[in-house]
């Protein structure tokens, strides 16, 4: 006769706390709970980060961890593969921490759990918000690519940068980004994440890097103005600022694709970027408004 496994639920309002137990289970799928993992250590290694108010929570089934998530306000929870009845515990403790959040995303099958239970409790409903695709790079493809230069963004290109992620969250429908002065102190630190593809010594395209995670790191915030697209400046900006990351001894790179957006599928996977798994956003919403 088959034992059910005995699930509980440890919960952390601190980042560091939360990655002394959940680092190790974290890094046996670093891509896929790159966002997790990443942002938890972010959190970390921040030391004026706000966490009163922050989730972060690992499911054991007896004692090996099989499922983690977080929240940092106001933004919604992100969350791990795992079994379907951890993904419940997990959506009962933000729950009852919170009453409300906004929605969750990561992996199909963990959000369907987690949505789920979340609707059950409190009779909401949800709305798809993105339908998403996480890629990995382990070896780049030589391409050629678009005339013009990788070049770092620094603290005289502050009023562009915010403009583009600006843009580039009306683009996407993705919760808000860095606000203006999050980028001035992005801008301002010795390694700023955002670079351009430049062109005649004029930005044509930004990309940027994120949450490292110890063998990888993410590429994000992939962004060209509309007057720019179509000339190959996303490929190259992402070819480049991948290539720049795996020299610095990064062994992958991970990139969140949009599945409604066939295009820039098709140019990463020509960079060398494969797919890890599907994953979703959903959104919460009241059933009166559904």
């Not at 798809?128 to 890629?135: F, G, P, S, T």
Request: negative net charge.
């Amino acid at each position: 006769m088959t034992t059910m496994p005995l699930f509980r639920l440890e919960k952390w309002s601190d980042a560091a706390g939360f990655l002394g137990k959940a680092t190790s289970f974290l890094q046996e799928r670093e891509d896929s709970n790159a966002v997790v993992l990443g942002v938890a250590q972010r959190i970390a290694e921040t030391p004026d980060f706000p966490t009163n108010d922050c989730f972060f929570g690992l499911v054991y089934a007896d004692t090996q961890p099989v499922a983690a998530a977080l929240r940092t306000p106001p933004r919604g929870a992100a969350v791990t593969s795992g079994p379907k009845e951890a993904l419940r515990l997990l959506a009962d403790a933000i729950r009852e921490q919170y009453g409300h959040i906004p929605g969750v995303n990561g992996p199909l099958d963990a959000v369907e759990s987690f949505a789920s239970r979340w609707c059950e409790c409190t009779g909401q409903g949800t709305q798809v918000a993105q339908e998403m695709r996480i890629h990995r790079l382990d070896v780049m493809q030589p391409l050629t690519l678009a005339s013009g230069i990788l070049r770092r963004a620094g603290p005289g290109d502050v009023a562009i940068v915010s403009s583009w992620l600006e843009q580039f969250g009306e683009d996407t429908g993705l919760p808000p980004g860095p606000s203006k002065e999050d980028v001035v102190r992005l801008l301002a630190r010795p390694d700023p994440p955002y670079y351009f593809w430049s062109r005649d010594d004029q930005p044509v395209a930004m990309a940027a890097w994120s949450r490292p995670t110890g063998k990888g790191i993410t590429v994000n915030a992939v962004y060209t103005p509309r007057e720019q697209r179509g000339k190959g400046y996303a490929t190259a900006v992402v070819h480049t600022l991948s290539a720049l990351l795996l020299e610095r001894g990064f062994r992958f790179c991970t990139l969140y694709t949009d599945l409604a957006n066939p295009v820039s599928n098709a140019i990463y996977a020509r960079i060398g970027y494969e797919p890890v798994e599907d994953a979703r956003r959903v959104e919460f919403i009241d059933a009166s408004d559904s």
